[in-house]
């Protein structure tokens, strides 16, 4: 057999960035002494999402300013104004003091890291000034976003008018990919091979691809609402994230963080309950799932250390409890807190079930990575793509994610008789891999997702496709694996070891024609299949490869795509492998009258069917006569 070219593992030239994620400075950090402006919200939408654009204003001068308008303008025409007049309170001072803060924590933080701790600590009273006199307005388009875009800020100072300009860029794509794009189809020759490319134009296969963000901060996320600006609860979350085409989301506001912040403390059973309620009314009034949750810190016990984190989602409900967590998350807050076993059983017993977030990005002075010698149990899976920078890079944390999850599901014992093993201590058979933007402001929504295959979006389907780990990490592209009609997260059963895969990648003009890509099958975490994508066209393509040998010592599969430009990544969770005698079409062990009922039962035309014996595409009167000859129940 034709052996294929099998690449080196190209996601490793991503990430030329450090693995250490910045410590979440303010939005404003960088900004030269002036009016800082900001903008927000979903500007590129997807399907006919309203877009619109949130203004963040912030007076980094010692100068008092008065705010005119702001106003949204098109070619030249104004398309929306806010007329205000509103004192843009002077905060030149204490950005000063915050930047001198930050730059002392940065010279003593190899050589004292208690000192760096405390001076941390100082940085809440200027973050809190500055936080207190921003001013957050909000301007729409309208339903035409054709044309350039700008923002207009006018202001008084010392008695002059003065004009600010910032250009916004509003788009306007087609919906997600969802599985239903016609397909061109290729099929390998196993002989030869050659791939061949079909007549034959594919249509959908199985159900439909939903997308959902399941790690986001509101305005209740004291971080998103200081550090940020972001002045959005669940209700601004929700249709943000439905104007860029996403099915659901569940919001994870930081339940770790505890200070008094702007006359009141965070984070509080009232406040969860606010925001809880806000979101139970929009799936009242809009009836769409925005669920609400909450993130967790966990570990490292002692005093100066820095917590992991946790995400929190409830299994049959639309909102989780709130759970106490007596841990740091940043600046502010308290320094010690509970170990992963105490805050994973508090999950647990509370209707919910934990993923580690992030499991290799640390904050600086704010969070630490996941201890994997901790030797916690209980919790569901992790986020293989965590997107905390924004700008949907694969990073070399998400690089060191990816492999250690391969190391892991490496030491899963393989299916057998048609299913993997439970694990009596968590909630999966295996690690479930997911990916979530962290967005802590409405345009961050969705910059990574994860997609499932859901005929609704209620919390029980949500819970068993997370679950199961029939989900894939992506930031747009579609990418699914399907063998002898097994998908992921599922068993498939090999006759004799045979095994009829397709392989199937799916993008939009967003994100460009399937040539752009790399597409690789990987069996137990290592490429196998380069597939041949700078000869396919179009927005979809499906690969297949119908092999009696290929797979018959695979435990388990995967499939990644990577736009060769390096902008766009998606990552399946596992199918997993299981090799069957003979006969013994439901892979049980033994063959008797469930295997007679499964070939009853696809009796006819069946394309990689475990009842297909004989492997020629039809169950029939042959392989009822193959199973009888092995009879042996
Ligand atoms: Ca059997
Ligand atoms: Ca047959
Ligand atoms: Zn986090
Ligand atoms: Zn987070």
């Known amino acids: ?60 001068t010692t100068t008092p300013q008065y705010l005119q308008s702001i106003q949204l303008i098109r070619d030249g025409e104004v398309v929306d104004t806010n007329q205000l007049e509103q004192a843009l309170v002077p905060v030149g001072k204490a950005a000063e003091q915050y930047r001198l803060l930050d730059a002392k924590i940065d010279a003593v933080l190899e050589t004292d890291p208690e000192q760096a701790r405390l001076l941390n600590a100082a940085l809440q009273s200027p973050l809190a000034t500055t936080s207190a006199a921003s001013i957050v307005r909000r301007v729409d388009p ?67 691809w939903l997308a959902g963000d399941q790690h986001l901060h509101t305005t209740w996320s004291l971080d998103a609402h200081a550090l940020d600006g972001t002045e959005e609860g669940p209700a601004g979350y929700a249709d943000a994230a439905r104007a860029i085409g996403l099915d659901w989301i569940m919001i994870t506001d930081h339940s770790n963080i505890h200070a008094w912040w702007g006359g009141e403390w965070f984070f509080t059973p009232e406040q969860h309950e606010t925001a809880r309620q ?159 933007s962290d967005a802590h402001e409405t345009s961050m929504i969705g910059s990574v997702f994860t997609y499932a295959q859901l005929n609704q979006v209620d919390p029980s389907s949500l819970r068993e496709v997370l679950l199961l780990g029939r989900c894939i990490a992506s930031d747009g592209p579609l990418v699914t694996i399907e063998i002898n009609g097994a998908g992921i997260g599922d068993v498939a059963i090999l006759p004799e070891g045979r095994g009829r895969v397709v392989v199937r990648l799916e993008t939009t003009p967003e994100f460009g024609t399937v040539d752009q890509f790399t597409l690789v099958l990987e069996a137990d975490g290592e490429n196998i299949v380069e597939f041949p994508t700078e000869s396919a066209s179009g927005y979809a393509v499906e690969y297949i490869i119908d092999s009696p040998t290929m797979f018959q010592d695979v435990k388990y599969l995967t499939a990644w795509t990577q736009k060769d430009d390096l902008s766009r990544v998606a990552l399946t969770n596992p199918v997993w492998l299981q090799s069957a005698a003979a006969g013994d079409v439901d892979g049980s062990g033994s ?18 069917c475990p009842a297909d014996t004989d492997g020629d595409g039809f169950v029939g009167v042959d392989d009822l006569l193959a199973v009888i000859g092995q009879w042996a129940p």
């Not at 035409?144 to 860029?169: F, Y």
């Not at 061949?196 to 594919?202: G, K, P, T, Y």
């Not at 070399?396 to 009596?424: F, M, N, V």
């Not at 063959?591 to 990689?608: F, P, Q, R, T």
Request: hydrophobic content about 40%.
């Open 278 to 436: 806000e979101a139970a009314n929009y799936r009242v009034t809009e009836d769409w799932p925005v669920l609400y949750s909450q993130e967790m810190g966990l570990g490292r016990t002692g005093f100066w250390d820095l917590p992991s984190h946790m995400l929190v989602y409830p299994l049959d409900t639309f909102d989780a409890p709130y759970l106490e967590n007596p841990s740091s998350g940043l600046i502010f807050g308290l320094a010690s807190c509970e170990s992963e076993q105490v805050i994973i059983d508090r999950i647990n017993v509370n209707g919910c079930y934990g993923f580690i977030a992030h499991p290799f990005k640390e904050g600086t002075l704010s969070y630490s990575m996941w201890d994997w010698d901790n030797g916690a149990t209980g919790w569901a899976g992790f986020e293989l793509w965590s997107d905390s920078s924004g700008d949907s890079e694969f990073q070399e944390s998400d690089l060191a994610a990816l492999q250690k999850w391969h190391e892991l599901l490496g030491q899963i014992a393989a299916p057998t008789g048609g299913s993997l093993a439970q694990r009596p201590d968590f909630p999966t058979r295996f690690p479930v891999g997911i990916g979530n």
């Open 1 to 60: 057999m034709h052996h294929h070219a099998i690449v080196g593992l190209i996601l490793s030239a991503l990430g030329a960035g450090s693995a250490i994620a910045h410590s979440h400075d303010p939005s404003w950090l960088e900004s030269p002494i002036g009016l800082h402006l900001d903008l927000s919200g979903p500007m590129n939408v997807r399907g006919d999402g309203q877009a619109w654009a949130t203004v963040h204003l912030l007076n980094l």
């Open 591 to 608: 063959v008797g009258v469930n295997d007679l009922l499964v070939i009853l039962d696809s009796w006819g035309d069946c394309l990689g």
């Open 142 to 208: 309208g339903s035409d976003l054709s044309g350039t875009w700008s923002v207009e800020i006018n202001t008084l100072v010392q008695g002059k008018l003065v004009q600010h300009v910032m250009p916004v860029c509003f788009s306007r794509n087609l919906p997600l990919p969802n599985g239903s794009t016609p397909a061109q189809q290729w099929v390998l020759d196993t002989t030869t091979g050659h791939w061949r490319v079909n007549v034959v134009v594919a249509s959908r296969r199985g159900g439909t």
